[in-house]
């Protein structure tokens, strides 16, 4: 199956790139590992105008031992968490949970910020679909979101 709705692609270089990619832009949408939001575009159930790439910013490919704790990109794929030696060493849970994860090529692709995302954005998807006329919650939950999971994931 192909994709059949034209869009822009844009790789964002820095976080604050993407922010401001995203309020100069409404109908752009992020693309972190994709192989969650592939399939929706692909059935048409999502067609953004422009897509953001995310894999360029080094800032989220990070993996460092911080006096907070161990610093994990969102960009990381489940399968370094799987494989990455600090992570073994210092959140070896992290590390047996990301295993479980699908299978091998969703773990080759995914992201951990893509996993969190869904956890996110599933009841986002569900609280609109029941109260029809509301804000957009789930370009709002994207956004708060976006700036949580490095305060969380990433300090």
């Known amino acids: 199956m192909i994709i059949n709705h034209p869009f822009q692609f844009q790789t964002a270089q820095t976080v604050d ?6 309020q100069s832009q ?5 693309l972190a590992g994709g192989s969650d939001f592939i399939p929706l575009l692909k059935y048409g159930l999502k ?4 897509l953001i790439g995310l894999d360029q910013i080094p ?7 911080r006096k907070e704790g161990l610093f994990i990109g969102a960009m990381n ?3 370094t968490l799987v494989e990455d030696p600090q992570i073994n060493l210092h959140c070896a849970i992290l590390s047996d949970a990301a295993r479980l994860v699908a299978s091998p090529q969703i773990r080759n692709m995914g992201t951990i910020g893509g996993k969190v995302l869904n956890l996110v954005l599933k009841p986002a998807v569900r ?11 789930g370009r709002f939950i994207i956004r708060i979101w976006l700036r949580r999971l490095w305060l969380w994931v990433l300090v």
């Open 17 to 22: 790139q993407v922010f401001d990619i995203l």
């Open 26 to 30: 409404p109908g752009s949408a992020l």
């Open 47 to 50: 067609q953004p105008t422009q």
């Open 59 to 65: 800032y989220l490919n990070r993996i460092e031992q």
């Open 77 to 79: 794929r489940l399968v």
């Open 127 to 137: 609280f609109v679909t029941k109260n029809p006329g509301r804000i957009d919650v």
